[in-house]
């Protein structure tokens, strides 16, 4: 008897057109049966093909016959109700062996079709091709004369078939035309060479035909390409506007997998606890002791990357905090975990002011801060480059929300001719046009320029409100800054410098900056107000 690694119950639940089938896959062929016999009722089943032919390299390093997991059930169940699958997951759960199988079935039992196994770089590839000849190899003899099939060709970049059926293993598919489509690992791919990732949604995946099966998955290894399209698939899957061309989205948890367990007990701290209390309430269901275990051995040995590499949620597997950030692991132990990340946070009971870093041939960013008992609420943003003051005057307008002041960086009353008012001379600082701007648009609203302040105490300030912080979700751009701000890299010293580095998330780490040091106590305590308790909506599958 095979040792399946699905309940019936998970069986039925995936494959409800396919039900009775659990029993099928669990039946060797009998010694004798006849030939029409074992073409009806086994061979015609791919499912159980999958699940009896082929021999594959276990986690112990022996060959051993391929049983698919319940995670690869769930994704090849979805394979069959969409053609393009986006898989988010945790380590070590079998997904890029079960799609190379499934790709080497195909390829030997159907002819004329061209499939692509795209490979993170040429030792990858090399590895993916020496797969693909192991199940050549360890597949019975018995089942190649049956299917009449032999190969005709083996090099370094593909594997060919009798049938007229090709596995191709590169690293791009721009010019061909594939009927099958795996790439796996994205996100290190695009995370090493973003130019490639872009080059795989122009040139790849236009490549596979409409309709044919496409699946591309990953670790979420932070913000990049990958994630981008995993927020799309979302969206579209939310929205019910799913095409042929969306990618249906998957996640994995870790917490769904068996093999995530840990036998010798482990004792668990504060942050731990809240961690599992946490993760409890919201995935409606409890961890066993052997999870927990396993929780706190892999972050024991990970640190910060555990997050990314066994998420127990979307939202999670898209926190992990790399070495050199400012505020990412505290951002994810303080407001993350503790559900400070909210929908619909905006409260229009409590003042709100609009903190800005300021940019004309940079980036510029407005955050729209709140403030309630102590705590600091960021509940919009808006950001965007090449224009004056009055462009984001015009858009906090054009928000509806209720502005007491506009709070400008301290090189505000600077004297900058970009900023003179179109058909004059006079150079004006953005300190004046924004007030006489305000005022020109009848608004009640305050503006004040908060004192310069070294850096590094502004650095300090914000790790100092982190723990008080609450962040809308819809705040992307200002969440990416939080996890990716980071230090300066010494490549010759391999180490971290003192000082930030400058790139597209310096400007939103600079409005929080603002923020942290320009509260003022009147705006922080709120008293002549009080806040009506929202209903906050649950969060959705976005990368936050």
Same mark, same amino acid.
């Given at each position: 008897?095979?040792?399946?690694?699905?309940?019936?119950?998970?069986? =039925?639940?995936?494959?409800?057109?396919?039900?009775?089938?659990?029993?099928? *896959?669990?039946?060797?062929?009998?010694?004798?049966?006849?030939?029409? $016999?074992?073409?009806?009722?086994?061979?015609?089943?791919? *499912?159980?093909?999958?699940? %009896?032919?082929?021999?594959?390299?276990?986690?112990?390093?022996?060959?051993?016959?391929?049983? !698919?997991?319940?995670?690869?059930?769930?994704?090849?169940?979805?394979?069959?109700?969409?053609?393009?699958?986006?898989? *988010?997951?945790?380590?070590?759960?079998?997904?890029?062996?079960?799609?190379?199988?499934?790709?080497?079935?195909?390829?030997?039992?159907?002819?004329?079709?061209?499939?692509?196994?795209?490979?993170?770089?040429?030792?990858?590839?090399?590895?993916?091709?020496?797969? $693909?000849?192991?199940?050549?190899?360890?597949?019975?003899? =018995?089942?190649?004369?049956?299917?009449?099939?032999?190969?005709?060709?083996? %090099?370094?970049?593909?594997?060919?078939?009798?049938?007229?059926?090709?596995?191709?293993?590169?690293?791009?598919?721009?010019?061909?035309?594939?009927?099958?489509?795996?790439?796996?690992?994205?996100?290190?791919?695009?995370?090493?060479?973003?130019?490639?990732?872009?080059?795989?949604?122009?040139?790849?995946?236009?490549?596979?035909?409409?309709?044919?099966?496409? +699946?591309?998955?990953?670790?979420?290894?932070?913000?990049?390409?990958?994630?981008? !399209?995993?927020?799309?698939?979302?969206?579209?899957?939310?929205?019910?506007?799913?095409?042929?061309?969306?990618?249906?989205?998957?996640?994995?948890?870790?917490?769904?997998?068996?093999?995530?367990?840990?036998? +010798?007990?482990?004792?668990?701290?504060?942050? @731990?606890?809240?961690?599992?209390?946490?993760?409890?309430?919201?995935?409606?269901?409890?961890?066993?002791?052997?999870?927990?275990?396993?929780?706190?051995?892999?972050?024991?040995?990970?640190?910060?990357?555990?997050?990314?590499?066994?998420?127990?949620?979307?939202?999670?597997?898209?926190?992990?905090?790399?070495?050199?950030?400012?505020? #990412?692991?505290?951002?994810?132990?303080?407001?993350?975990?503790?559900?400070? $990340?909210?929908?619909? *946070?905006?409260?229009?009971?409590?003042?709100?002011?609009? /903190?800005?870093?300021?940019?004309?041939?940079? /980036?510029?960013?407005?955050?729209?801060?709140?403030?309630?008992?102590?705590?600091?609420?960021?509940?919009?943003?808006?950001?965007?480059?090449?224009?004056?003051?009055?462009?984001?005057?015009?858009?906090?307008?054009?928000?509806?929300?209720?502005?007491? =002041?506009?709070?400008?960086?301290?090189?505000?009353?600077?004297?900058? !001719?970009?900023? #003179?008012?179109?058909?004059?001379?006079?150079?004006?600082?953005?300190?004046?046009?924004?007030?006489?701007?305000?005022?020109?648009?009848?608004?009640?609203?305050?503006?004040?320029?908060?004192?310069?302040?070294?850096?590094?105490?502004?650095?300090?300030?914000?790790?100092?409100?982190?723990?008080?912080?609450?962040?809308?979700?819809?705040?992307?751009?200002?969440?990416?800054?939080?996890? %990716?701000?980071?230090?300066?890299? =010494?490549?010759?010293?391999?180490?971290?410098?003192?000082?930030?580095?400058?790139?597209?998330?310096?400007?939103?780490?600079?409005?929080?900056?603002? $923020?942290?040091?320009?509260?003022?106590?009147? @705006?922080?305590?709120?008293?002549?107000?009080? @806040?009506?308790?929202?209903?906050?909506?649950? !969060?959705?599958?976005?990368?936050?």
């Amino acid at each position: 008897m095979i040792n399946l690694r699905i309940t019936e119950q998970q069986f =039925d639940e995936l494959y409800p057109n396919l039900q009775g089938l659990y029993e099928h *896959l669990d039946q060797p062929i009998p010694h004798g049966t006849p030939a029409s $016999v074992v073409e009806r009722r086994y061979f015609s089943s791919k *499912l159980w093909r999958l699940n %009896n032919l082929y021999t594959v390299i276990g986690k112990d390093g022996k060959p051993v016959i391929f049983r !698919m997991n319940y995670a690869q059930h769930r994704v090849y169940a979805a394979s069959r109700q969409h053609p393009r699958i986006i898989i *988010l997951k945790s380590r070590q759960q079998g997904i890029s062996t079960m799609w190379l199988v499934s790709f080497f079935d195909d390829a030997t039992w159907c002819p004329h079709l061209t499939l692509g196994l795209m490979a993170q770089g040429t030792d990858e590839a090399s590895t993916l091709l020496d797969r $693909v000849k192991f199940l050549w190899e360890r597949l019975n003899p =018995d089942i190649k004369a049956f299917l009449g099939v032999r190969l005709t060709k083996d %090099n370094t970049k593909e594997v060919a078939f009798s049938n007229n059926s090709t596995i191709f293993i590169r690293v791009s598919f721009r010019s061909a035309t594939l009927q099958r489509l795996h790439i796996s690992e994205f996100g290190k791919i695009a995370n090493s060479n973003p130019q490639r990732a872009k080059e795989t949604k122009t040139g790849t995946l236009q490549a596979l035909a409409v309709g044919n099966t496409g +699946v591309i998955e990953s670790t979420a290894e932070g913000n990049n390409e990958f994630r981008t !399209m995993w927020n799309a698939s979302i969206l579209a899957h939310e929205s019910g506007q799913m095409t042929a061309k969306d990618f249906y989205p998957i996640f994995l948890s870790w917490v769904d997998d068996p093999d995530c367990t840990q036998p +010798v007990k482990q004792s668990e701290d504060g942050e @731990a606890t809240r961690y599992f209390e946490d993760l409890e309430l919201k995935l409606d269901r409890p961890l066993t002791p052997e999870q927990r275990n396993f929780w706190i051995t892999q972050r024991r040995e990970l640190g910060g990357d555990l997050y990314q590499e066994y998420p127990a949620t979307p939202e999670e597997a898209f926190l992990a905090s790399r070495d050199g950030t400012y505020y #990412s692991r505290l951002f994810n132990e303080s407001c993350v975990r503790r559900g400070h $990340v909210k929908a619909d *946070l905006y409260d229009p009971n409590l003042s709100t002011d609009i /903190y800005f870093d300021l940019g004309v041939d940079d /980036y510029a960013v407005e955050g729209y801060v709140q403030w309630y008992r102590g705590e600091y609420r960021i509940v919009r943003e808006y950001w965007n480059n090449g224009y004056g003051i009055e462009h984001y005057i015009d858009e906090a307008i054009a928000s509806g929300i209720e502005i007491r =002041d506009v709070v400008l960086p301290h090189d505000a009353k600077q004297r900058t !001719m970009a900023s #003179s008012a179109p058909g004059t001379k006079k150079a004006r600082s953005t300190y004046d046009i924004a007030r006489e701007y305000i005022k020109q648009c009848k608004l009640p609203w305050g503006v004040r320029v908060l004192p310069k302040a070294p850096i590094a105490d502004g650095i300090a300030a914000v790790r100092r409100m982190v723990p008080k912080l609450w962040v809308d979700p819809s705040c992307t751009y200002i969440i990416d800054c939080i996890h %990716n701000y980071s230090k300066e890299w =010494d490549d010759k010293l391999q180490a971290w410098k003192k000082t930030p580095r400058h790139d597209e998330y310096s400007h939103g780490a600079d409005m929080l900056r603002q $923020v942290a040091i320009g509260v003022r106590e009147s @705006a922080q305590s709120n008293d002549s107000r009080m @806040a009506i308790p929202k209903q906050h909506k649950p !969060m959705t599958g976005f990368a936050i």
